[in-house]
């Protein structure tokens, strides 16, 4: 099977995409997307994604994990995919797609930043001094001294295979206080390691560390390995985040094309 695909990353959290429309991709081959999203023996990604017709909308996307599970909602991938969606055609500045949570709006940017607007945010759970949520995907959001210095692949391993998170488990983040900014690293499902970024897990964190506060409306800095995003939202109450922004880069990398399991650049 040849197939054409695009290497894209948003702050080094990396992605191969592919121009499904004509449903010729066998997205029920796992085994398949884990020899894509191979470092070693493929293209190499933390996932891969498909741009899919959808009536009523731009596109349609779904995202794999690099493990070939179908996943939930990736703001980082989400807002790789409205700039590949545009390079194609199928998009102005504004976009609107859907995705395995729903309805998404995006705006294209200046300096190749894409605004992502999430899902609303209905229900924050206490697990010990942690937060549990859902933010398109499920997280779970730990508060640490300084999570550059914390073991983030060991001690998340234990908390995303824990019983109490199902047999899908859960994300986990380990967050801290950066001056104005929060610092968060995390350790995401289907990969089974810590990713330079996660969109979900930056939106996550950044409700949580302003969870006590009284104010209406919140802009906050999330640092992560690979770079800095902007998360900003309205507050209702304790429980209840709306109009919730997801901001950073999304950048092409190459264009390339698989030829009988070899790869090759074009």
Not at 86 to 110: K, M, V, W, Y
Not at 151 to 167: H, L, P, Q
Not at 176 to 199: F, M, P, Q, W
Not at 210 to 230: M, N, Q
Request: charged share 25%; with cysteine; aromatic share 10%.
């Amino acid at each position: 099977m040849e197939l054409k695909f695009s290497k894209y990353h948003g702050n080094g959290n990396d992605f191969i995409v592919i121009d499904n429309r004509s449903g010729r991709f066998p997205a029920e081959n796992g085994g398949l997307i884990r020899s894509l999203c191979n470092r070693h023996f493929g293209i190499g990604g933390d996932g891969l994604m498909l741009l899919e017709v959808r009536e009523g909308y731009d596109f349609h996307m779904r995202y794999f994990n690099s493990d070939g599970r179908e996943a939930t909602m990736c703001g980082n991938g989400g807002r790789c995919l409205v700039h590949f969606a545009n390079r194609l055609g199928l998009t102005g500045q504004d976009a609107h797609f859907s995705g395995i949570d729903g309805p998404h709006h995006a705006r294209i940017g200046e300096k190749e930043l894409i605004h992502l607007r999430m899902q609303d945010v209905s229900g924050i759970d206490k697990d010990g001094n942690a937060f549990v949520l859902n933010t398109g995907s499920p997280h779970y959001v730990c508060f640490v001294t300084d999570p550059d210095k914390y073991d983030v692949v060991a001690e998340g391993r234990k908390i995303r295979y824990n019983g109490n998170f199902g047999e899908r488990g859960i994300n986990v983040n380990f967050v801290g206080h950066d001056d104005k900014a929060i610092r968060v690293r995390t350790y995401e499902r289907g990969v089974e390691n810590e990713t330079l970024s996660c969109g979900t897990g930056s939106v996550a964190a950044a409700i949580c560390s302003r969870i006590d506060s009284d104010l209406p409306a919140h802009t906050v800095e999330v640092r992560t390995p690979g770079g800095s995003l902007e998360v900003s939202f309205r507050r209702k109450d304790q429980s209840h985040y709306t109009d919730i922004w997801l901001t950073g880069p999304a950048k092409h990398v190459f264009d390339g094309m698989t030829d009988s399991g070899s790869l090759r650049a074009w």
